[in-house]
Every structure is written in structure tokens, then in C-alpha cells.
């Protein structure tokens, strides 16, 4: 059976694709919007969709008390515009040096969004007790750094999962 080793979007029909088996037979990266059931393929690496990251963000931002989620659009922007830039210029990837920058920029924006957005404090309910939305976003963000960042260190996955071009590499 043929591997395929560019992104795959599988977002409009997930669905589909998980109930016949499509995806257990891929390889390579699988770009998606952070639906939990695709972290069961263990045999891709996964690249999460930033489009839906911006969107979740912009909503944070409005409720203007996420001062870290206005941070977090800047750098993701910057950082794709940057990744646009050194593709135009026939460059493979972004320097080791840039990276760190990122990385670390990346790290301070979410320790900022931690400080805003503490633990819950235990109910005494069974169940965990209820984050808010950007309080989830933050943990998602937190928890899979490399795969929203895949687009800045790998130039064949693609900034989004929505995008015409997505699957191209």
C-alpha cells in the first residue's frame, strides 16, 4: 500500500475518514483542527490548524481579560509571514538561532496565559472542574507547542488546514 509522506487534511470529512480506516494508513504529517480522536494515529506526526487557533484567539482577545491570547496572534503571524518570507527566498527553514527565539517567545506568551488563567480550584464535585474556553485553548497550545509550530520548522506543512493549498508541500 502506498505511504503518503506530505500533509493530509482531513478536517471536512474527519468523520469518514476515521470510520473506514482511512487515516491508520498514513504516514508522515496530518494536519488537523485538534479533534482528539486523530492523536489515536500515533504513526504521523500531527500539525494542528492555526486558522482555528487565530479564531479562538481573537474570541479570547475580545473578552479582554486574555491579554496573552493578542501576544500568542502576533507571534503566530509574525512567525508565518517570517516562514513565508525564507520560502520566497529559496530557503528550507528557518535558523536554529530564529527557532529558539520563537520557542522561547512562545514559552513566555503561555506562562502569561497560565498566570491569567490559574488551575481551577477543586469543586469538591465529582469530575474535573470546568475550564473556560481560553483556559482550554491555553492548555491545548501549552500541551502540543510543536504541533501548532510544525509550519516553522518543517516548510512542507502548511500554516493551516482551510487554506486551497494546504496539501502542498
Known sequence: MEQHTKPVVVEPTKPVAVDMGVL?????VL???????YRHYTNVNHALCNAHHLR???AAVA???????SD?????????QQVCTAKTNGDSGLGAGELNRIHATYQTIIAAGHHTNPPPTPT?????????????L??????????????????GVPFDTTSPNATSG
Do not use: Y
Not at 473578552?63 to 491570547?69: I, R, S, V
Not at 500568542?72 to 508565518?80: A, E, F, P, Q, S
Open 24 to 28: 491508520e494508513h498514513l504516514s508522515g
Open 31 to 37: 494536519g488537523h483542527d485538534g479533534w482528539v480522536p
Open 56 to 58: 479562538e484567539l481573537d
Open 63 to 69: 473578552t479582554g481579560t486574555q491579554a496573552w491570547a
Open 72 to 80: 500568542m496572534i502576533g507571534l503566530l503571524c509574525d512567525t508565518w
Open 124 to 136: 469538591g464535585k465529582q469530575g474535573r472542574p470546568k475550564r473556560t474556553k481560553a483556559a482550554n
Open 138 to 155: 491555553l492548555l491545548r497550545l501549552d500541551t502540543h507547542t510543536g504541533d501548532v509550530l510544525r509550519f516553522a520548522t518543517d516548510f
